[in-house]
């Protein structure tokens, strides 16, 4: 059995014509000394020229349609909008359009609900009690206020720290034993608590 | 810049021409090499259409090393694979069957018709990388460098797979000489397995 691998791998090609006239003289002194290759350059000449049966021209004018539309039909994600010649965009699945709506949701919710989602731009978009509640703690004059006004406020603090005194019941009832006196204060009308007030300032004064 | 790719970078951009003229420029040898695998024409059609239609669904996974025509190699001789696979048989044939077949006594008779279709069906012995290397090189025209991207293996490997095919076809025609073996067989019944 021959072992000259190069001339081997080359005989395709010189069946083919595709070798350059040095070559092609190589090989064919070769084939005629040598019987194993020359054999096997009629047997792989006998398969090259195995004709495929041609199935058509119809069938080949038609393939590449069938083949788009199945194209098109497995890729949805790849069609195209076209708005007006020249300015096409592709069109997206049913989920991109969600996400998208999702995001637009969430970021208008952070916009308009500066309350539960401090830092946001909205943050001085503060409401009317905000403002109030601003306000006492820097400090109101209570002498402006009217009985009523003012009946209404002890109301509201009743009301507003209610919640946090029944948080913590122990402090509470230890804060009424401390203050017993803040009951009778609630009674007190405007000018009561005006003279109560300079009464204390001016013990203060004196030390 | 490569034209296949031109024409791809088209077809992507939304131009339906683009995409038949690839279409129109590998069908035919596509389609070739796929019937030398499974010699049927259903087949053939089948496994070329399912091979056009991978090729451009799944064209981000092309990464434009190799060439689009080595990528629809590739995909077609996969396919037909599974083809195989998925059907749960081979075609087989033994190479003694093959000779009992035709009973030829020399290689001049293998240029007969017949004897072209058992020497197909010897082909089918061979295992499937040597066979694929052979139909690639011989009957498809391939360089070495060409079947070492399509089988993405190396050239080396390619040219062994080659050498080992065609000595194995070899063998067939050898075996033919051995006029003991040819009694012993020539009473037998034809038969092919599958």
């Known amino acids: 059995m021959c072992e000259n691998n190069r001339i081997k791998e080359r005989l395709p090609d010189y069946r083919d014509g595709r070798l350059e006239s040095d070559e092609l003289r190589n090989i064919e002194v070769h084939l005629a000394a040598c019987e194993d290759c020359a054999m096997e350059f009629r047997l792989l000449s006998l398969m090259a020229e195995e004709q495929v049966p041609d199935p058509g021209e119809p069938y080949w004018a038609g393939l590449s349609d069938r083949v788009y539309r199945e194209v098109l039909r497995k890729q949805p994600a790849t069609a195209r909008f076209t708005l007006f010649e020249g300015f096409t965009f592709p069109i997206m699945h049913r989920w991109s359009w969600a996400t998208a709506a999702v995001i637009v949701l969430a970021s208008l919710t952070w916009y308009l609900a500066p309350a539960q989602m401090p830092g946001g731009p909205g943050a001085d978009l503060m409401d009317e009690s905000a403002v109030s509640e601003v306000a006492f703690d820097d400090g109101i004059d209570m002498t402006v206020l009217s009985e009523s006004e003012l009946d209404d406020l002890v109301t509201w603090a009743s009301t507003q720290y209610a919640a946090l005194f029944a948080d913590e019941p122990a402090d509470l009832l230890l804060m009424a034993t401390d203050n017993e006196n803040e009951d009778q204060l609630e009674g007190l009308n405007v000018r009561e608590l005006n003279r109560l007030s300079q009464m204390l300032d001016s013990r203060n004064k004196e030390g | ?194």
């Open chain 2, 1 to 194: 810049m490569d034209q296949d790719i031109e024409l791809l970078d088209r077809f992507i951009d939304g131009d339906q021409e683009s995409f038949e003229e690839l279409v129109r420029k590998y069908q035919k040898p596509l389609y070739s090499f796929i019937w030398r695998m499974v010699n049927n024409h259903d087949d053939a059609s089948d496994i070329l259409q399912k091979t056009f239609v991978q090729a451009f669904t799944g064209l981000k996974r092309f990464e434009r090393r190799s060439s689009f025509k080595t990528w629809l190699y590739q995909i077609a001789m996969n396919l037909t694979k599974n083809h195989y696979r998925d059907r749960g048989r081979v075609d087989f044939v033994s190479l003694d069957d093959v000779v009992i077949k035709k009973n030829p006594r020399t290689l001049e008779n293998l240029i007969q018709k017949e004897t072209r279709t058992a020497l197909r069906s010897a082909m089918t012995a061979l295992p499937e990388k040597q066979r694929i290397t052979v139909l690639l090189r011989v009957q498809e025209n391939k360089t070495f460098e060409e079947i070492a991207s399509i089988m993405q293996c190396t050239i080396g490997t390619s040219k062994a797979n080659y050498h080992h095919g065609v000595q194995k076809l070899k063998t067939i025609v050898s075996e033919q000489d051995n006029s003991e073996v040819q009694d012993q067989m020539s009473g037998e019944t034809d038969h092919v397995r599958k």
